[in-house]
């Protein structure tokens, strides 16, 4: 007998970088603790995607926290996810909030927010913030522990 979850696509499995985000399979393992008030963070420090105008690369660090609700995103699928912006041509904006939408929207955490710090792109870095709403009371809420760009400092 496996010990994988049913219906999860990728844990336990050889899996290939997804062609688009929009390709990619999200995998929800339920919550291994219902009803407790915690938070989860995935830092992704080296994120990549497109410019949609030069097509030339754009990196990102991006952040994303969330209060689980039924259920927990599966690591391995969210990484593949991530992964498949490689070759995706979008907006700093539509990328950091697209993402979180999507996680909140198939997940339906209790709150979710992400932060995308990227990289300067004609000498400007930009920086976009996304959360689901007011987070719950009595939830932990670490600052995001990614300094401002200053360059060479």
């Known amino acids: ?20 985000p929009e390709a990619a399979v999200l995998d929800y393992v339920p ?13 992704a420090p080296e994120f990549t995607s497109l410019c949609p105008v030069t097509g030339a690369p754009d990196f990102a660090h991006l952040v994303i926290d969330y209060a689980p609700g039924e259920t927990i995103v599966e690591s391995k699928s969210l990484k593949l996810f991530l992964g498949a912006f490689r070759n995706h041509n979008g907006f700093h904006e539509d990328v950091t909030v697209g993402i979180g939408q ?34 719950p ?3 932990w809420l670490p600052d995001q522990g990614v300094a401002p760009y200053r360059g060479r400092g």
Do not use: K
């Not at 007998?1 to 688009?20: E, F, I, R, Y």
């Not at 909140?104 to 913030?129: C, T």
């Open 102 to 135: 999507r996680l909140f929207s198939e997940m339906a955490p209790r709150w979710l927010r992400i932060g995308g710090y990227w990289y300067p792109r004609g000498g400007i870095p930009i920086d976009v913030f996304w959360q689901s709403g007011v987070p």
């Open 1 to 20: 007998m496996s010990d994988t979850p049913p219906n999860v696509l990728h844990l336990g499995q050889q899996s290939a970088l997804p062609a688009s």
């Open 137 to 139: 009371e009595g939830l």
């Open 31 to 43: 919550n291994p603790r219902p009803g407790a008030l915690y938070l989860v963070r995935f830092a």
